[in-house]
């Protein structure tokens, strides 16, 4: 297994690592650049760097242009690359560590869905779509690719369709790292260390995959709703009201992005933990019997025997202890807080609007 096996189907993501060795965050921090050089570029061509009056605003008067430069694009572009590489260090680390078994026949048959072809043709047509769809949204949205002439129309139309292309492979990749995680850990009994220092069972890698998916569905909510507040101040937000449906959609996708990862080892933590709660007591009900046929023996013998069904019954107390999700406090919490934070805005117009008819 090698790390070229989960993108060779991709061209771009081939040609951005094996020929330019770009990391996540090296391609998010370029994409800033590139794209806002491009923009630049384009607006002062068309002249539409700072506008006048009308309708239509400039480039540099356009808040929500640059949202879209500074946090959607290195985020999409970022995460595209981060899927494919964090998924060959998951499975590297299972395969160095002794929580799970796993063969290089099961990784090389869970690497199939990534080498299918159909999913650059998928990727490329929903980027052409969206870049299609985003080109007529213009005509009503007063911002920077809505001002007078087609150029920065076209232009924000040609970055969409490329963020898009990328947000759709990112999109597939992840739902094929979780299925990969299911097959290789989903029907095994893991050997959990209950005591590691990352209080995760020595899963700690999994939960902080986890955490980050869940980032990444925490910026596309904040993205949707900066739209959705966009078009509510420009008075369109009738016109477009789906984007109220992705708000509600928001919170089952960001369970799916922070759970789905985390129950491939969810089962097998709890076979493990069941198997050993199921020796103790066996133990324990053998140890009891045996006792219970002795009761005639002298007192000390009796004394004995009783203190090990004493420490049989701790042992089972402290067993059931034993963590059966690959995350800790800390890590709940902090998706909690990724899932609140873009829900702010919405929930503050809520409360503007209750307190306006409380006082009315």
């Known amino acids: 297994m090698q790390e070229q096996d989960f993108y060779q189907a991709d061209p771009l993501a081939r040609w951005l690592v094996d020929k330019f060795h770009l990391t996540p965050i090296s391609l998010g921090l370029l994409s800033v650049i590139i794209t806002s050089g491009f923009y630049l570029t384009v607006a002062s061509v068309s002249q539409t760097l700072i506008l006048h009056g009308g309708r239509h605003i400039g480039l540099l008067q356009d808040w929500f242009a640059w949202v879209w430069i500074s946090l959607l694009n290195p985020v999409v572009f970022g995460y595209y690359l981060w899927s494919v590489k964090a998924i060959y260090k998951l499975i590297e680390y299972l395969k160095q560590s002794d929580i799970v078994n796993?063969?290089?026949?099961?990784?090389?048959?869970?690497?199939?869905?990534?080498?299918?072809?159909?999913?650059?043709?998928?990727?490329?047509?929903?980027?052409?779509?969206?870049?299609?769809?985003?080109?007529?949204?213009?005509?009503?949205?007063?911002?920077?690719?809505?001002?007078?002439?087609?150029?920065?129309?076209?232009?924000?139309?040609?970055?969409?369709?490329?963020?898009?292309?990328?947000?759709?492979?990112?999109?597939?990749?992840?739902?094929?790292?979780?299925?990969?995680?299911?097959?290789?850990?989903?029907?095994?009994?893991?050997?959990?260390?209950?005591?590691?220092?990352?209080?995760?069972?020595?899963?700690?890698?999994?939960?902080?995959?986890?955490?980050?998916?869940?980032?990444?569905?925490?910026?596309?909510?904040?993205?949707?709703?900066?739209?959705?507040?966009?078009?509510?101040?420009?008075?369109?937000?009738?016109?477009?009201?789906?984007?109220?449906?992705?708000?509600?959609?928001?919170?089952p996708v960001s369970l799916v992005c922070f759970f789905g990862p985390l129950l491939a080892a969810r089962k097998g933590m709890k076979k493990a933990k069941e198997g050993l709660i199921s020796e103790i007591a066996k133990q324990f009900q053998a140890d009891y019997v045996r006792i219970h046929k002795s009761l005639g023996n002298d007192v000390e013998s009796l004394k004995k025997q009783t203190g090990k069904l004493q420490e049989l019954r701790s042992l089972y107390t402290l067993t059931n202890e034993f963590p059966v999700w690959p995350f800790d406090v800390t890590t709940f919490r902090q998706y909690l807080l990724s899932v609140i934070t873009p829900l702010i805005p919405i929930l503050l117009k809520l409360g503007e609007y209750f307190f306006k008819n409380q006082f009315k």
Not at 113 to 122: D, Q, S, T, V
Not at 153 to 178: C, E, P, R, S
Not at 194 to 214: E, F, I, K, M
Not at 227 to 248: C, E, V
């Open 102 to 251: 796993v063969s290089d026949i099961e990784i090389n048959s869970a690497l199939s869905p990534y080498k299918k072809p159909w999913r650059k043709f998928l990727a490329l047509a929903a980027g052409i779509a969206f870049g299609i769809w985003y080109f007529s949204l213009q005509h009503n949205v007063k911002n920077w690719t809505g001002s007078d002439g087609g150029l920065p129309a076209l232009t924000g139309a040609i970055n969409a369709v490329v963020i898009f292309y990328a947000a759709t492979m990112l999109v597939l990749t992840l739902i094929t790292n979780v299925w990969v995680m299911h097959q290789l850990l989903g029907n095994k009994q893991l050997n959990i260390n209950p005591l590691h220092p990352d209080r995760c069972g020595g899963l700690s890698v999994l939960s902080q995959y986890s955490l980050n998916t869940a980032y990444l569905a925490a910026i596309f909510g904040t993205m949707i709703t900066l739209s959705n507040y966009q078009f509510i101040t420009q008075g369109i937000a009738q016109k477009y009201w789906y984007f109220n449906l992705l708000i509600l959609l928001y919170l």
